[in-house]
């Protein structure tokens, strides 16, 4: 037994070394002739892929884009509503966040080989203002005045969203240090501006002018010393920035002071999702809804109704079905979710295509079934109009009109 092992150890090393000596055989031949490369082409744009989810990852995200199409139903039904100005504007920006909470769904289905600008997208404006929220005591105990210019529907930046927040509490902790150490009046502005591929943020304060030798210490790598002037929070800040693809830099001031720019690129994910301006108007239609979510079903009804339309509505395509009736539908379109039990509503179109098929051209599909490429290839083959949940009531109305009007 003893030699057995012998003889298994001794082949064990002898097939080592064999293989390393083989890879330095092969390393040391002279190259082969190498062709003369053809001359460099442009380099194509990065091609933004996407991610294949599992069945449960995919189901995981239609319920969350189900959830997200109510809360932002429920929040249109309330627009019109006769509401204190505080309300309204709470009401808006609950709209404004169901939007960009739908970007981040899609956004799981977008990612590029992270190149800069496919990073993990992050809203700036929303954590601009939730890091000043999270400041809201210091600044009125120090009676700062705050002028804050963040617009509401600013593009994606290229940054984590962990990493975007403890950069801005680093600057902000950075110019409430230096008010702090100043005298009334005390102001704080906040600028955020959108140019070409990148955003800007500007922050500056009240505080004393930086000396020539404090701006040097701030812009200088690893000259900072520690728990004065705020150099640390600056140098963090600053290396955060860095390491998303960005700048931070002192810009000076006339009066003496420095503002601090961040430069951020955009995401290259996808845009921003616009909001449509105005509703529009179609003539009074009678409109079957088919989903077998509850809440997105009434909140549908209730909306086409306040839009002055008749609706029925029904949970599932089988009572679609008996709806529809077997010759004639009176119905001039039919909204309906994809994922269904019993009977789906990609099926229940397929039923009607051949028996049925000035039906069928009435149909809309609204889906928050994103991630999977079936379902992608059928809603770009069927030639139907269709909506991803959560929806803006624009675009559902605007499908709706584009059915109504073939023959």
């Known amino acids: 037994m003893e030699l057995w092992i012998s003889f298994a150890f001794g082949g064990l090393v002898c097939g080592v070394l064999g293989f390393l000596g083989g890879r330095q055989r092969v390393r040391h031949q002279p190259p082969a002739a190498i062709p003369k490369p053809p001359p460099p082409r442009p380099a194509p744009p990065t091609e933004v892929k996407r991610v294949a989810l599992d069945e449960g990852s995919a189901n995981v995200l239609n319920a969350l884009n189900n959830r997200l199409a109510a809360i932002g139903a429920l929040a249109d039904m309330l627009h019109g509503s006769p509401l204190d100005p505080e309300r309204a504007r709470a009401l808006m920006m609950l709209h404004g966040e169901v939007r960009r909470a739908a970007e981040i769904t ?98 500056s304060d009240s505080g004393a002018p930086l000396s020539v030798e404090a701006e040097q210490r701030l812009v200088s790598p690893f000259r900072f010393t520690q728990g004065g002037g705020g150099e640390i929070e600056f140098a963090l800040a600053r290396a955060l920035a860095q390491s998303a693809g960005g700048t931070l830099r002192l810009r000076p001031r006339p009066a003496g002071n420095a503002e601090v720019i961040v430069t951020l690129p955009k995401s290259v994910l996808s845009p921003l999702a616009q909001t449509t301006a105005t509703t529009p108007s179609l003539p009074k239609l009678r409109i079957l809804v088919v989903d077998d979510d509850a809440v997105n079903r009434q909140a549908m009804r209730l909306l086409l109704e306040r839009e002055g339309h008749e609706v029925v509505a029904v949970e599932n395509g089988l009572e679609a079905v008996e709806r529809l009736g077997p010759t004639t539908s009176g119905f001039d379109a039919v909204v309906t979710d994809l994922q269904m039990p019993r009977l789906g509503g990609r099926a229940l179109w397929e039923q009607l295509v051949d028996e049925r098929p000035q039906l069928a051209r009435r149909f809309v599909f609204v889906t928050g079934d994103r991630a999977r490429d079936e379902t992608r290839r059928f809603l770009e083959e069927c030639g139907q109009p269709s909506v991803l949940k959560p929806y803006d009531l624009g675009d559902l109305i605007t499908a709706i009109g584009k059915v109504t009007k073939r023959p």
């Open 106 to 203: 899609q956004h799981f289905l977008e990612l590029a080989e992270h190149p800069i600008g496919a990073a993990e997208p992050s809203d700036a404006a929303v954590v601009l203002n939730g890091v000043l929220a999270e400041r809201e005591v210091t600044l009125r105990e120090l009676g700062v005045k705050l002028e804050r210019n963040i617009p509401h529907d600013l593009p994606m930046v290229a940054c984590p969203m962990a990493q975007l927040t403890e950069m801005f509490t680093r600057l902000l902790d950075f110019s409430l240090r230096r008010l702090r150490d100043s005298q009334p009046p005390r102001e704080l502005r906040v600028v955020v501006g959108d140019i070409g591929q990148s955003l800007t943020i500007g922050l």
